[in-house]
């Protein structure tokens, strides 16, 4: 009860329920929103988008480098400003090429992943990558800026127009072309008004080319250890709809990605509002030199709490879930549901740990860590599609994943109570402790 009370006057948890307000009206439409997809698109048509969501996600981390990560830890505003804007326009260039390039293999290249269904929607990935790549950008700016109201109305006013297009363009029986069109217009609706409300927040002096490449160098540790590492992770929490479509059929991936989306829902709305407010919090920290273990430690075990009677719902009851949200035809969902809350649930608890790594940059061991966890991952999710069933390799692979984000928290803990043990030693004075959560 101490450490709620301490928690609930913090002003970390001030800017997350800010940002909560936004994102749980967002998610009220996407879940409203649901039950009428299902029954304008086929499971095969969310197949597809599965699959254009893992080529364009990789692709956008590519292209921003994890540069936007970097953007809360300058001490100036210029030098984070000159950081975003050299971002933004390699974004731009490197989509324009990718797309040129590939373009003459775009055939060969979607049929391997058994995804011809979007050789002729292929010009969506640019504009999706952009958008989301820019949209990244800006938000990380809005954090930095205490701008939390400007990402909760962008992010209500994205899931608004996206899935408005999508529900239209069902209706009109457009198939996989109204998932994308809804998915790019939901990207760039939140751009426009998150520029909009944030834009008075650019610094006074524009820096110059120089001086963004003189950022890009600084912080250059992004791009070779945290851009890899966050493409070895989005490929290994991809890999699932990769591989059920190779193995199975696309229907399988339909189950897969609609049950993952409708845990996504509500646990995103707690999990993104206390990331974005911890990346204010800890880079203050950070910049004062002051002991983020104490204040990291307490949010971990708030949110290993708060997402236990959910998954234990879930867990039991999945199913019956997917019957009565979905709808009989995705009954069959149920037991992915079930089993994939055990890698959505510890992904919700690291949290803490993910931002706090970002932030004391360390980036290069966050990479050797992934890229051995994703190793494991993906050979535990390979083995079990020889194998046995998809529900099977679900339930490997959330057990995998569930086991390694345990393993990172514990570790980066541990790590970190050597590293500040003698500052944590001394008691706090009356007032301090508080002031550790402000």
């Keep these: ?243 059920l479509a190779a193995f199975f059929s696309p229907q399988i991936v339909g189950f897969y990605l609609l049950a993952h989306r409708l845990l996504q829902l509500p646990l995103s709305v707690v999990r993104e509002a206390v990331r974005r407010a911890l990346y204010r919090r800890f880079s203050e920290d950070h910049h004062a030199d002051r002991s983020p273990l104490r204040v990291c430690t307490e949010i971990t075990i708030f949110m290993a709490l708060l997402v236990v009677p959910p998954s234990l719902v879930v867990m039991a009851f999945g199913p019956e879930l997917m019957n009565w949200v979905l709808g009989p035809e995705w009954a069959p969902a149920g037991p992915y549901l079930s089993w994939m809350m055990v890698a959505v649930g510890s992904a919700f608890f690291n949290v803490p740990v993910v931002v706090l790594i970002t932030l004391m940059e360390w980036n290069r061991f966050f990479l050797m860590f992934e890229t051995v966890s994703t190793a494991v991952r993906s050979a535990v999710l390979v083995v079990s599609a020889l194998f046995w069933s998809p529900v099977t390799v679900v339930a490997a692979f959330s057990l995998a994943t569930a086991a390694a984000n345990v393993v990172l928290v514990v570790g980066v803990l541990v790590v970190l109570r050597k590293r500040f043990y003698a500052t944590e030693q001394i008691e706090p004075e009356e007032g301090k402790l508080e002031y550790s959560l402000q």
């Design 1 to 243: 009860m101490k450490l709620l009370r301490r928690l609930m006057k913090s002003r970390l948890v001030r800017n997350a329920s800010n940002l909560m307000i936004g994102t749980v009206l967002a998610q009220i439409v996407g879940f409203a929103a649901l039950p009428f997809l299902t029954r304008l698109y086929e499971p095969a048509h969310f197949g597809l988008m599965a699959v254009f969501i893992t080529i364009s996600g990789v692709l956008g981390k590519l292209l921003t480098m994890r540069y936007d990560n970097a953007l809360v830890i300058p001490a100036v505003d210029s030098d984070a400003w000159a950081l975003l804007r050299t971002v933004t326009l390699w974004i731009v260039l490197g989509s324009v090429a990718a797309t040129v390039v590939f373009f003459p293999w775009r055939d060969e290249l979607l049929g391997l992943f058994e995804a011809e269904g979007l050789v002729s929607l292929y010009l969506f990935f640019p504009l999706v990558i952009v958008g989301q790549g820019c949209l990244g950008l800006l938000t990380y700016w809005a954090t930095r800026k205490d701008h939390f109201a400007a990402q909760s109305v962008s992010s209500v006013t994205g899931a608004c127009a996206g899935n408005g297009l999508k529900l239209a363009l069902g209706t009109g029986g457009f198939g996989t072309v109204g998932l994308l069109a809804g998915t790019a217009l939901q990207h760039w609706s939140q751009l426009a008004v998150i520029w909009y409300r944030i834009r008075a927040t650019r610094p006074e002096r524009t820096p110059g080319v120089g001086e963004g490449l003189r950022q890009a160098v600084r912080y250059s540790s992004f791009p070779k250890y945290r851009m890899p590492q966050d493409v070895v992770n989005y490929i290994g929490t991809q890999l699932p709809n990769l591989i």
